[in-house]
């Protein structure tokens, strides 16, 4: 049976398991990469696995998140983590060059190879034919190490594009229309693969959007075959060498497949406050818009900003509105400066920003209060933007920039036809993308052989080893969807905290109640109930190292999101399943124990747990873990566990020089 391009690359880098669906397989690690706010943790870990250099092809530091270094400990940490780099063997990308996604895809991605990034946007170069996964920070630093990275295989989706775009639909439509056919649960457990004719008129630039926002589906990853459009983007950016044609076989065998007509596309629009909140843009067209933003790992390149900028070229945004441009990379903006892109776009009222994350998270441009923002960016779970209750919409360039230009939220083919003069911007690369390297440290230009660390630097939080009995009160019940941002938010406030645990787990799910952390000291730890997709988001290992630190002992929850998960096991937090009966019964404040002796049951393989409710009332919770996770839960955690393999010399967790 022929195969899909997915098991292909896998089956290359596969040290263990087979490619069954669902069951875990270890597999080599080519490059990785860490930004700055996870970017701490991974080298701290590194540090404290005694690991002593870099073993993956390529390992790639950026600094993108908190580029404005509101506070000294945002410093500290982007020193800390160019110290890191030097030390250790990898690339260090300056404060300002721009999003990890972005300068990845063009200087490093590179078809066929797997990548490893602390970000859940990881798979963006997936756009290129590379299979890059999104994990948490202790998962980078053992692959860094050498180690093999563990997943549940996933099953491959072929999402079939037929047609050709329309005028003034984009790349962006489409994943949003994935969005709306199958919500952010839809993609957990699987790849999906863009094969078709649509997929083949598609430049690199808008395959990463989709690959990019394929997280938002809950995807372990999105991946294109490659062909003349990887050969020429990779050609334009001086890395044509780098070309490896790389298709499924004629007769592989998907799991399920999706087919999407091009030509039926009309522009998208994702309302407050999930991304799976799509309508068509007419249907919210008139909403009085106040601020406006293009940007991000998902829509901040060349590519995406230029339509914006053909728009309102010659042209003025409407004056009670505040547009942004923040380039995702400086290649872009330089480019876009050289060729006198920024010069228009300020023309007409645009503030031009350095290359940042920034407001995606709250950081700078926070919305008005009681206002609506549109971004071009991938998430708008509430709050994210900076303030409670915002109103945070996510569209394309093309749909930002026509309500710039009008004022509020207009299908850009309506705005068309009214002005008679705004032609549709379609897709255009530049011949070359010839902009500098010179915020790219290489591993032989570093400047440090030691790490500096600020004083807000702590130490990696460790955990004893799985309890016998785990009894709790409940401290939270929480609905479905609970996003990391939920449990540790990012914004500038609280993200200079990433590298000090003690001080940023007084702000856990702050965002669902902030009395949580104070209540989980007095009771000294506790459990959480949550309903479907839990942890959904980001990779931020945080979210489980701040519960962990406050003493959470098992998370009940209908479903996890799959990197959340890993990273529960990765820092000792039992995640248990239990079905929809059982979570509307369980109220928060309620006592829960698990009958059972925890750690025999988990070191045995037991699957099913009785609970113990009040006292009063039984019910069942279910642990699927694989053998490896198991170990990591009865050992605490995975950094004591790895340690241990090393100890050991065994397992695929040790350097694979070693
Ligand atoms: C995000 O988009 O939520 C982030 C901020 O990039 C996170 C990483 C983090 O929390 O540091 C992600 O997507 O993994
Ligand atoms: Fe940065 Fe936003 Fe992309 Fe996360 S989603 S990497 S915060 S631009």
Redesign the pocket.
Known sequence: MGQTLTEKILDDHLVEGDLTPGEEIGIEIDQVLA????GTMVWLQFEALDLDEVQTELAAQYCD?QTYQFDFKNTDDHRFLRSAAGTYGAYFSRPGNGICHNVHKENFAAPGKTLLG????TPTPGGLGELAI?AGGLDIAVAMGGGAYYVEMPEVVNVKLEGELPEWATAKDIVLEMLRRLSVKGGVGKVFEYTGEGAASLTVPERTTITNMG?ELGATSSIFETDEQTKDYLERQGRGDEYVELTADEDAEYADEVVIDLADLEPLIAKPSMPDNIVPVREVAGEKVEQVIVGS?TNGGYEDVLPAAKMVKGREIAKHIEMIVAPGSKQAGELLARQGWTAEMMAAGVNVSEAT?GP??GIGHVPASDSVSLRTF??NFEG?SGIEDDSVFLCSPEVAAAAALKGEIVDPRDLADELGDLDAPGIELPDKYDGSKSDIITPDEAIDDELIKGPNIGNVPLKDELAADIEGETLLHMEDNIT??HI?P?TSDI?KF?SNIERLSEFTLSRVDDSFAQRAKDADGGVLVAGENYGQ????E?AAMCPMYLGIEAVFAQSFAR?HKANLFNFGIVPLTIDEETYEKIEQGDDIAIVDDVAEAVRSGDEEFTIRVNDDWEATANLKASERERKILAAGGKLSWTKQQYEEGSGGAAPADD
């Open positions: 930004q700055d706010t996870t998140h602390s970000d859940s946007h999104g997280t790992c994350c995606c998270i991938n998430r994210r990391t941002d540790i990012a993200l990433r988001g980001s990779s931020r945080h990197i």
